[in-house]
């Protein structure tokens, strides 16, 4: 098997490229690092893209995925954390995003199989949904839903990560497929809702995994679907959404357990 080493150089150069203009950034504006960070991950997101068009074969999506590895390891354990490391590390956290980020692609890159809107979906709303989410809790949230150790998370990243999950799904589908008006709205709808979920009761940094794996399970299950189904689904969907909305009212239950709970209950019995 060819290891498509020239398209690996490439995707290294784009994301050390825009190490080098975010710390020009960072020195001209003055950016915090939490805005940083994410301006990385949006551009990763986005060079992830390209892949389905520049690699045949997951084993060079695998090495280069080993590799990017290995730099993020070395940007956060020498002395480069103190210069280019600055832009995922400054803010101290126990994350492993970075490394389930990257994790995350290979495996869609593998299950998609080279289908462009499996792939694509899952990498948008990672790269959009969980930024948008991120910077608009911190900055406009006004309660924090997180009890003892969970990571903190708010009513209004939740909407915003739900919102833009929604448009990440809606289309792609409704431009580069065959898929029905209705089917794809109420398919993003779910898709969008559920992912939404995944994220409230991520934490360290593990929402970089499960948001795209989810996403890909739903995408690859709800495609498929008649019109009738996605209905059915989706009053399922809302009647969990009533769930929620209920059992929040009993003060002495964490709300980011109660919807792990019910994410738990929707996956092993397969209600949607």
């Known amino acids: ?39 990385f991950h949006i551009t990763m997101g986005l060079t992830m893209l ?3 068009y520049i690699f045949n074969s997951s084993l060079s999506v695998a090495i280069l995925g080993v590799i990017a590895i290995i730099i993020l390891y070395i940007l956060k354990n020498t002395n ?24 995350a692609v290979f495996l869609i890159f593998y299950l998609s199989k080279g289908d462009k809107i499996l792939f694509s979906i ?17 900055n406009y949230a006004k309660k924090n839903l997180a009890e003892l150790n969970e990571d903190d998370k708010s ?28 089917e794809t709205l109420i ?20 929402d970089n995994l499960l948001i795209p794996l989810t996403t890909y399970a ?26 929620i909305t209920i059992a929040n009212s009993v003060k002495s239950w964490s709300t980011l357990a109660l919807v792990e709970t019910l994410v738990t209950r929707i996956f092993n019995n397969n209600a949607i």
């Open 122 to 138: 899952p990498i948008l709303i990672l790269t959009f949904a969980d930024s948008t989410a991120a910077l608009i809790g911190k």
């Open 50 to 52: 390209t892949l389905p």
């Open 1 to 39: 098997m060819i290891i498509e080493w020239k398209s690996m150089i490439l995707i290294i150069a784009i994301l050390f490229i825009a190490l080098l203009i975010i710390k020009l950034i960072e020195r001209k504006a003055k950016i915090n690092g939490e805005l940083k960070r994410k301006l």
């Open 218 to 243: 739903f995408l690859t299950t709800h495609i498929p679907l008649g019109v009738t189904q996605l209905r059915i689904n989706l009053v399922i969907l809302g009647l969990i959404f009533v769930l």
């Open 80 to 103: 480069l954390k103190k210069s280019l490391g600055t832009v995922l590390y400054e803010v101290e956290r126990n994350s492993l995003g970075e490394i389930f980020f990257v994790i």
């Open 155 to 182: 009513i209004e990243g939740s909407l915003s990560f739900f919102i833009v999950a929604f448009i990440m799904t809606l289309v792609p589908i409704l431009l580069f497929t065959g898929v029905g008006r209705e």
């Open 187 to 206: 398919i993003s709808t779910i898709i969008g809702f559920n992912v939404a979920m995944i994220e409230m009761i991520s934490h360290t940094g593990n």
